[in-house]
């Protein structure tokens, strides 16, 4: 029987690991060390080290006291009435969590080993793949929002120096600032519920946030559409899910495990932690469901209708992670967390196996005696043309949010900046600073 | 026309509408000359190696690549850099650089008095370089490496010294010319000038401040004496810029302005109107041409894309993108006026003001802005091929009309940004105004004297004789370099990166036909292969193991050009090369007391395929979905982890239960034809009769050389590639059976030989098979090294016995050579025994993370047409086609010019797609796999949204070494050039260099290699003797490079 100081050393051992050795490879790389060999063994062994910790120490757990376990690493810095603790958390749900990371990583960097030798930027992408993987378990096994902010964060950059892995052709930068955008933009609902956890109920712990919520309602809402945001963007919800598709610019690889699996995830793990809080925030509730409901249609459409293998899988899973959200609006935390594990590991191999498109879409055709190339489903064929040109364009255009929020949103916004830039460079022009103008016009297009 | 069939009697109708069929025709006939040079891919259903500058092929090998850089803004070579370390390396030798060099006869007169001759100095230029083809690369040559001040790093010590030399001497003269301190400054000033916009200086200050000290200006010599190359090589640098200066603002050789609206915005805008025409245009065309991908197909395809696109686009409610504002409003005037998609483009052509004179460049400009999309529209147009229409009709025209819609809105919208409103066709006039773009690109002095800068110093030619030099001779040495461009440069570089390899192959083949390896006359078995670059190795194991077996190599579909439909296949699917248009067609079909085990497969098949189907649309679909996913998502982890982490446990295991689950019944095909029956009138007949059987049976013996000796058993191999998570696998199959497998024709060559009815006729043509002579068929895998043989059951016992000593030598062979292949697999264990190496083969067929389940060709480099004692015991390290031909057999040539015919174009294919793809990447080739979307079942993009990736991925090519194909035949030279005049196909190739021909005499072994300039040459080996060793693995182990020939002598 272990007890808690040296389950918390082992469990800490699922992000430190992978930390630890996303640090070695950094070091390697500096030293000019790095090959594919020596990475790949790093990566090899910080993963299945931070998963056997894992498995001993939820192995540990579930021998111990039923309950969920707190296991504190002491605090980073504290003062004016604030405490950054560095605590862990394991209950049946991060449990579950955190060993599906694990072993998602684990096949992720067996997998990449071969997929990615000759790549140029493999010890990149091993470098990038364990930062992620700490980011991700960090964020899993946090106790508390400010260290799953930072988890968090790790893995929102992470991701976007993924999708543009290939930073050489313009696509892949471009598809990963937008992610970027996205990202960033949904942080600030994150920070903003951290901020006001503190400032409302002076705590931050899961667990005791639900004690705090209950005394005061109004907090709980606040936040709770603050944290619903937040999840909004990561896990690619209406009306900001168009980076989704986009993000599929690198190896196939990571869009499995980041778009496919876990990343994607990452909004509806935060609700999940978030759920005690959320239960006493209607509005919080129904923007969930709201959402949920509205990305569920609009994606299992648009999967319907998309000609490539990747974008399908994709949209299939925004299409699963709306349900999601909708099933934790309803309060169903259990089945929530059931799906989210199970559908992670399934979008994962369907991942993986997108390159076989062609090979199994012959394979089926063989196998029904098919011969006609064009195999339409029956039943969308019996719709009228009428009907089915009007969800046909609903379905490849997205129902449209995309160029609406680009119409009503981002070009305003871009005209409002070239405006004020151009403002700007005239009063500067005032004090004998003209030359800018032409640079900065010109970097606001970017 | 509908206009001019309103007034067919009058006479005073306006001269416009007898205009208008003039602009369709011309539209029409630039479509099909830029429809060219879109790449000619087809799906990857049925990929086919071929030529990708096929549209350039009746042009010389290196005028084919200049021509297509300009057009198609590609890469023909390696890069110079590439060149430059394979010199380093020793992979181009100098003698290589020499002999080139020699063959392309630059005078030896000197460019100009003082200058070097033309030859040393294109020598000197294309061994080094001149360096700096951008400005901003001279400016760094200047500032950062403070080029104008000191010798390049690779001036040798030579012309190092020559220059010091010459220039103290220059030195003494002009200071006593000077006479004195006053015409000091003036001296001065032709070592150092200020360079402009450097504020105007005292030379003699500048000089001291370059050289660190104070300049006396009564001894110059003395600060010469203080740092000579300083000295030297700035004095260099002035003069010829001196000399450049009258040559400043004339406009550059090469220079391509933009012309239409799309460069220009970009440049004047800096904002790209392709990124809101392709974000909008790409997913609509991967929907258009969706062969099954999507379960919701786009609704009007069979009206063609521009219909479709504008239906979809019109119907319902919707938000436009502001760049599109206006589009309905057209899309409902040009539905009302019931236009078609050439009549907008007629229209938008006008819009966009075209003038006539243009048409033909806008066309092709507009399409080669997506050369894979709209390559696979005019593809899937023009020749659908074996995979059949979907129900879209697809024409170019359609797309052009689409694309050239969105281009109208694009370019109206980022030239609103820019505050040009108004008219389209105003939009190039208007940017062609703007401060962005200037006039054509301007010779400067520095730009233009720095190749005659870096040519002096490489030279040894000072300051001096450029002083001296008149303007006439400055010009001629400026002409010279540039005509010596850099595709000049790199095309001698390639040549002589060519020559190493045509060097070290025919090297190995005089030694080897100098001391020629005991060849069995009376072979016991023969084993025929496909004429593969991969069977080289087997061809020489099986020899190693087996010295009483011969090894013969045939194309891949044995003369058997068949329509075949296999128990297991929905149709029938030709298996001959894509040329060839079959005539008869075999079905396999299980033996009539299998035939419940047949049925019992089918359903099965049927039923796994149902639910495998329901299985894929549910998890993609909403509510089923969410059960689907969370219910069976758990089961996903099984065959997940499975796969990921013991791939070839997984493999054997998924291979078992599919063997238990689905057994097979046992098949015979149906190859007789009885000569009466009537399916004559169809197309495609059912079946062979017997006298078509023993025609082609014959041609194949004849063709390998093979009418006198026969082995008691002949198997016939095909072969095929297994592999999975592989869109390209047809790339790996083989290339004669149309990118499939060609265990069929293997069986159906061996049955139809086995026939007592076809020996007959054999014997009839004088072709004498011994009764105890038996031909097996079978099946190679060169994925995973397996042999599968055909029909084995139906042996006589005589043959099992003879089969149960060869399976054995089979599978060694097999073991063997997945040993030597794993050689250049980094992830192979390292010295590993046979056994483990042909394990990991096995795995990485199974593998889905493996992006390179096989090389497959890429090691190609030759092709041998001839009898195998030219090649057998020579380690040609699967690098050689080996085509089996006995000129002896052959006087008049007939056979040879048969098989040229197949052999010349489907090796040149491959090799020429690997070269072109290894060479550019990018744009030739597919660039790397793993961003690779497979879309619409035809294709892959990178992500989500890119231009269709057309050639071959780089795992595919990165091993892979540049060289053209080199065609070793043995014949006479007398006999393939009449064969060239004969085939015209063959003499494209060959006249044109895009295959190296090399003749072997049949009789005196004598070498000779042909070059368009000189024709048939006499070849003399350069080295004597090969490095012997006894088997294949003593030569490549613990190697994993390419490996030179050797040897083989047990």
Known sequence: ?????????????????????????????????????????????????????????????????????????????????????????????????????????????????????????????????????????????????????????????????????????????????????????????????????????????????????????????????????????????????????????????????????????????????????LEHSLAAQTMMITVGAITAVISAMSSQASPDAKSAVAYATASQVGLMFVEIGFGLYTIATVHLVAHAMLRYYQFLRTPSALQDALARRAALGRTEADEGAVRWEALGLRTRRYVYRMAIERFDVEIALDRYVVRPVMALSRRLDRLESQLLALHGESDRRGRGSKEDRR | MSTATAHPLSFDAPPQPAARPDVRERLQAALEHASHYLPAQAPLEVFVHHNTLHAFQHLPFHAAIREAQTKLRVRGYLTKETYRELLASGRIREDDLDAVLADERFPGEPIAPGFPSRDVAAALVIRHGVGAETIAHLRWNLVEKDAANRFDGDIRQGPRDAIVRSTRAWLEQEVAAAGGPAGAREVAAKV????????????????????????????????????????????????????????????CPQDTPAVFHRDLLLRTSGEDPNDLVHAHLIPLCAAFLDRGQSYWTMPDRERGFFRAW????????????????????????????????????????????????????????????????????????????????????????????????????????VGARLGLRGQARAIRAACAGLPQISGPKQRGRHDTSWPLFRLCQLAGVSAATIYAASRADVEAVLAFLDELDEPTRLRVLHEAYERRYRVELLDALAANLAAPPPVTTRPRHQVVFCIDDRFESSRRHLEEIAPECETLGAAGFFGLAIAYQGIDDPSTFPLCPVVVEPQHRIEEQALTRQFSIAELRASRRRQLGEIETAWGRMSRSLLLGSIVTAVAGFFAAIPLLASVFSPRAAGRMRKAIARWWLPEPMTRLTELRA??????????????????????????????????????????????????????????????????????????????????????????????????????????????????????????????????????????????????????????????SPERDQRHVEGRAFDLAQARPEL????????????????????????????????????????????????????AGINLEYFFSTVDAERLGAGTKLPHNVTGLFGVMNGASSDLRTGLPRQMTEIHEPVRLHLVVEATPATLLAIAGRQPIVAELVTNEWLRLCAVDPDTRAIQVFDARFGFRPYTPVSAGLPRVARSGDWYAGRDGFLPPALIRP
């Open chain 1, 1 to 277: 029987m272990l007890d808690p100081n040296t389950l918390a050393h082992v469990i800490a051992l699922a992000p430190a690991a992978p930390a630890l050795g996303g640090l070695v490879i950094a070091v390697l790389l500096a030293a000019r060390l790095a090959g594919e060999r020596v990475v790949a063994a790093v990566a090899q062994t910080a993963i299945g080290l931070g998963l056997l910790g894992l498995l001993v120490g939820l192995v540990g757990w579930a021998l111990g006291p039923a309950g969920p376990l707190e296991l504190g690493f002491g605090s980073w810095y504290s003062g004016a009435g604030y405490d950054f603790r560095i605590d862990l958390l394991i209950d049946g749900r991060s449990a579950a969590v955190s060993a599906l990371v694990s072993l998602l990583l684990l096949a992720t960097s067996r997998f990449s080993i071969a997929y990615l030798h000759r790549e140029p930027g493999f010890n990149r992408f091993f470098l990038l793949m364990l930062l992620f993987g700490a980011g991700m378990q960090t964020l899993v096994l946090a106790g508390n929002l400010e260290l799953l902010f930072v988890g968090w964060e790790i893995v929102g950059m992470t991701s976007v120096l993924l999708v543009g892995f290939f930073h050489d052709r313009q696509g892949p930068v471009k598809a990963a600032t937008r992610v970027l955008v996205t990202y960033r933009l949904c942080d600030i609902g994150l920070l903003t519920a951290g901020v006001s956890l503190h400032r409302w109920l002076h705590t931050s712990d899961w667990m005791a946030a639900e004690q705090a919520a209950l005394t005061s309602p109004w907090p709980a809402t606040f936040v709770g559409l603050s944290l619903v945001f937040a999840a909004m963007g990561k896990s690619a919800q209406f009306p900001l899910g168009g980076w989704l598709p986009r993000a599929m610019e690198g190896p196939t690889a990571s869009s499995a495990v980041f778009y496919g699996s876990l990343s994607v995830h990452a909004g509806v793990y935060l609700l999940l932690r978030a759920a005690p809080l």
């Open chain 2, 192 to 251: 150092v000038s200020p360079t402009p916009g450097e504020r105007a200086l005292d030379p003699l200050r500048k000089l001291g401040a370059l050289l660190g000290r104070r300049v006396d200006p009564r001894d110059l010599m003395g600060a010469f004496a203080c740092n000579p190359e300083l000295f030297s090589v700035r004095a260099l640098w002035t003069a010829c810029v001196r000399a450049c200066e009258h040559l400043e603002g004339q406009p």
């Open chain 2, 310 to 413: 504008s239906k979809v686009l019109s119907s319902g409610l919707g938000v436009r993108p502001a760049w599109l504002a206006g589009l309905g409003e057209r899309l409902r005037d040009w539905d009302a006026r019931k236009l078609g998609a050439e009549d907008v483009v007629v229209e938008l052509l006008a819009e966009l003001g075209i003038a006539d004179d243009e048409l033909a460049a806008f066309v092709e400009h507009t399409l080669l802005q997506l050369p894979g999309w709209a390559g696979m529209f005019h593809r899937l147009e023009s020749a659908p091929g074996p995979i059949g229409r979907t129900r879209a009709q697809v024409h170019l025209i359609d797309y052009m009309a689409v694309r050239l819609t969105l281009d109208l809105f694009a370019y109206c919208d």
């Open chain 2, 675 to 832: 000569e009466q029956d009537g399916t004559r009138t169809a197309q495609v007949m059912s079946g062979f009769t017997l006298d078509e059987m023993a025609t082609r049976v014959a041609s194949l013996l004849e063709n390998m050389g093979i009418v006198h000796r026969f082995g008691k058993l002949i198997v016939v191999l095909g072969h095929d590639s297994s592999s999975v998570n592989n869109p390209y696998f047809p790339a790996y199959s083989c290339g004669a059976c149309g990118g499939r497998s060609g265990g069929p024709n293997a069986r159906l060559f061996a049955r139809m030989a086995n026939q007592s009815g076809v020996r007959e006729r054999l014997a009839a043509r004088g072709i004498e098979v011994p009764a105890d002579t038996v031909f097996v068929g079978g099946l190679y895998d060169t994925a995973n090294d397996m042999i599968r043989l055909y029909d084995a059951e139906d042996l006589p016992d005589a043959a099992l016995l003879e089969l149960r000593v060869l399976s054995p030598q089979l599978e060694e062979m097999c073991r063997r050579n997945a040993h030597e292949r794993c050689r250049r697999f980094a992830a192979a264990p390292r010295r590993a």
């Open chain 2, 856 to 907: 497959g060709h890429a090691t190609n480099a030759a092709c041998f047409v001839g009898r195998r004692p030219l090649t057998a015991g020579l380690f040609l390290d699967r690098r050689a086609f080996l085509v089996s031909y006995d000129p002896e057999q052959d006087p008049k040539g007939a056979i040879l010019e048969r098989i040229l015919l197949a052999v010349g174009p489907v090796g």
